[in-house]
């Protein structure tokens, strides 16, 4: 990969899974889109090929500005497109698409997991639109790394119920029926043991616990378990920052069912966020795979 950097205060991250690095090529006529995707600890962006789920940037990162309200996140995001652009990728004109931190409906963030509650107080897409100076859809951020790995990861043509879960500052969930996204499921959110589920079990709550790797799996076991009772998916995604670390707790675990680790780990975020906007528009992914499309929007 190019190691592209961009300007001060941004770093390109290396590489992983489907959503790796390739040159961009204009005279291909393949369809590109921007991914951002807004985390607790970071922010990032790239430009994807949609056919594929590969990433035609670097992967450009900033930390979640601390208070991580709309105009601080927005302008993050604004130097990080900057960043691609001046590394000689032109984004004007491409499907823009944000995946944040909460409930997302109409253009809001109806709760703010994980990023400060003003965002409540404002349209996000409309706070986004002006910074960037182009239309931009937002989901949330779970679904937009659930939509890419039913797309190019482990959900290829998987059918049933698939549930996939990411796991890092919290617990984001993406569930799909038949191929279809049911959005802002939120079941970092559920009961266990009288709390959220995400300040026990997540990735940050382990470290702040000082839970040891076979600790955390031994409890985090518990909630997929529940998770198991409740929706008898055919097929459980493990995605987010822990599921970079498997081979230190995956044989822990003992699910009730098929369990995978994501293909596009790190990726995965930017490249639904940028299909959710291209799907928005009127694009569709080839019919080879299942696309995870909307079947209620609530």
């Known amino acids: 990969m190019d190691d592209e950097t961009a300007r001060p205060g941004n770093e390109a991250e290396p590489e992983d899974g489907a959503g790796r690095e390739r040159p961009a090529v204009a005279s291909e006529g393949r369809p590109f889109g921007v991914g951002i995707d807004v985390g607790g600890t970071g922010v990032k ?3 994807v090929d949609l056919e594929t789920g590969s990433l035609v940037s670097a992967r450009l990162r900033e930390k ?6 709309p105009d601080a996140v927005a302008e993050a995001v604004a130097r990080l497109i900057e960043g691609i652009e001046a590394s000689g990728h032109r984004t004007k004109g491409m499907p823009t698409g944000a995946g944040l931190p909460g409930v997302a409906k109409d253009g809001w963030l109806r709760t703010a997991a994980n990023i400060d509650d003003s965002w409540l107080k404002v349209r996000a897409q409309d706070v986004l639109e002006q910074h960037l100076d ?5 989901i949330n951020d779970a679904d937009a790394a659930g939509l890419a790995e039913m797309r190019y990861g482990a959900g290829v043509g998987q059918h049933g ?3 996939m879960l990411t796991i890092g500052t919290g617990i984001g969930s993406a ?6 996204l049911v959005p802002n499921t939120e079941f970092g959110h559920l009961e266990f043991h009288r709390r959220d589920a995400e300040t026990l079990v997540s990735g940050a709550a382990r470290e ?5 790797w076979k600790a955390w799996a031994r409890e985090f076991d518990q909630y997929l378990d529940r998770i198991y009772r409740y929706f008898s998916p055919d097929l459980v995604i493990l995605g987010g920052g822990v599921s970079k670390e498997t081979r230190r707790y995956l044989q822990y ?16 975020g930017i490249v639904g ?5 291209a799907e928005a528009g009127g694009y569709r992914p080839p019919v080879s795979a299942g696309a995870g499309t909307v079947v209620a929007a609530g």
Do not use: E, H, M, Y
Not at 134 to 138: E, L, Q, S
Not at 253 to 268: I, K
């Open 45 to 47: 962006a790239a430009v």
């Open 64 to 69: 979640t500005p601390s208070p991580s309200t």
């Open 134 to 138: 182009r239309p931009v859809v937002i």
């Open 161 to 163: 119920v698939v549930l």
């Open 175 to 180: 569930l799909f029926v038949d191929d279809r």
């Open 208 to 212: 702040r616990r000082k839970l040891g």
């Open 253 to 268: 675990l003992t699910p009730r069912g098929p369990l995978q680790v994501a293909r596009l780990l790190n990726s995965a």
């Open 273 to 277: 966020a940028a299909l959710a906007a």
